[in-house]
């Protein structure tokens, strides 16, 4: 029973390419949000929801968009990727009214060649 | 916004003996501090946290202390063992805002 499940866990795709990754929490959390990991392991926050509303919006590239279909799912969306997005992306989710704990999926690790 | 600064950013100790990593924030209206654990190509997980109310708080070897007055809250791991060695963050939010994280502690457990 995995909490927060995203997918893919590996990608590789070229310069210029649009890609998506997947996150579903089954934790009935009101909270869902996108961090960027990079190589020296720095969390940044690139994106929250809450109940289906964006909430956060950090300084990120027009070029990523997040879509919340409802409040367990929060899919990341990459259009034209560059070299920098190479990261591990990580979605999570909390119960932000109650001020708890975020769970962590699993990660995604992105490669752009 | 809240601003978490985490050191060290690499700390080596040997099995059986202690680690401490120590965090300062920036918002005294921060009112909670989870402190999370990474292992390698696995997303962070809690491992403890503790709420403005409490000074500290134990669980067996993991303790956190808060000094509300100095904005700063620190993690002891006593007795270490090689299954922790990982990256460790620390974080703070003031409640019904995002969780600010630290930079990272690579904690590495000598055998």
């Known amino acids: 029973d995995t909490a927060v499940s995203q997918t893919p866990k590996y990608l590789v795709t070229q310069m210029g390419n649009d890609k998506s990754i997947k996150c579903e929490q089954n934790l009935g959390h009101d909270t869902m949000y996108w961090y960027k990991q990079d190589s020296k392991k720095f969390l940044k926050i690139m994106f929250s929801?809450?109940?289906?509303?964006?909430?956060i919006n950090e300084t990120v590239p027009n070029r990523f968009s997040p879509k919340s279909p409802d409040k367990a799912h929060l899919n990341l969306h990459i259009n034209s990727l560059e070299l920098g997005d190479s990261a591990v992306y990580f979605c999570a989710s909390s119960q932000l009214s109650d001020n708890t704990e975020a769970f962590f999926g699993q990660g995604t690790r992105l490669t752009v060649v | 916004g809240e601003n978490v600064e985490q050191h060290p950013s690499t700390l080596s100790v040997q099995e059986g003996d202690s680690a401490v990593i120590k965090c300062t924030y920036s918002d005294s209206a921060s009112n909670y501090f989870p402190w999370y654990k990474q292992e390698l190509g696995k997303g962070p997980q809690l491992i403890i946290d503790?709420?403005?109310?409490?000074g500290e708080k134990k669980d067996q070897r993991i303790a956190v202390t808060l000094n509300k007055t100095a904005k700063h809250f620190s993690l002891h791991i006593t007795e270490t063992q090689p299954e922790d060695s990982a990256v460790y963050f620390c974080a703070a939010t003031p409640g019904n805002e995002k969780l600010t994280f630290g930079t990272g502690t690579r904690l590495t457990i000598i055998p």
């Open positions: 929801y809450n109940n289906k509303e964006l909430i």
């Open positions: 503790i709420r403005s109310n409490v």
